[in-house]
């Protein structure tokens, strides 16, 4: 256990090592292959709770510094990113929620177990459009141009100067992100 401990605290000397266990604090400015975001769940990730209307400014500031955190390791990852969140009652995030919205169950009149599909239906998202020197709008951060693009990730220059990443499958999927306009 103390191995353990004194590896978290200093780190790993052996670069060719596979893995790599980090905060989130400590990953803002690197990239990795693969990311995975573990224990999403309210009180952990986010840390605080949700601000209401009757939130002091602090706790409202204090939230929001948490939604960035988290979205600073969804960025970090370069090709493959895991979020691992809880589906038990009590156990629930905010953050994830956005990225996992529920799903409406349709109601049974029938009793009777049903058959299950023998294939699998998937949405196919055509991400081809988005390649580096597209134009695009995001809901949320208006016009940008797409600088990068690997594998789903893709880097947009907004015309504010800030530059953001994205996973397109999420963006188009949840429809925070559009084509523009000429």
């Known amino acids: 256990m103390n191995d353990l401990q004194a590896l978290v605290q200093e780190g790993s000397t052996n670069r060719a090592s596979n893995f790599i266990l980090s905060t989130i604090h400590s990953s803002k400015g690197l990239e990795y292959q693969r990311v995975i975001l573990m224990d999403v769940a309210d009180g952990i990730l986010p840390s605080v709770d949700a601000p209401t209307d009757s939130s002091p400014e602090e706790d409202v500031e204090a939230y929001e510094e948490e939604r960035r955190l988290f979205y600073v390791g969804m960025t970090r990852a370069k090709e493959e ?92 999927r949840q429809k925070q992100l559009k084509l523009e306009k000429n």
Do not use: C, W
């Open 81 to 172: 990113l895991s979020v691992f969140r809880f589906k038990k009652v009590g156990l629930t995030s905010a953050f994830s929620a956005k990225l996992f919205p529920k799903k409406s169950v349709p109601v049974r009149k029938e009793s009777k177990p049903q058959p299950k599909p023998a294939f699998k239906v998937e949405v196919i998202i055509d991400a081809a459009p988005y390649i580096p020197g597209v134009r695009v709008v995001h809901q949320q951060f208006g016009s940008g141009k797409i600088v990068n693009k690997l594998g789903d990730v893709a880097t947009i220059l907004f015309d504010d100067g800030e530059e953001k990443r994205f996973s397109l499958a999420t963006a188009l």
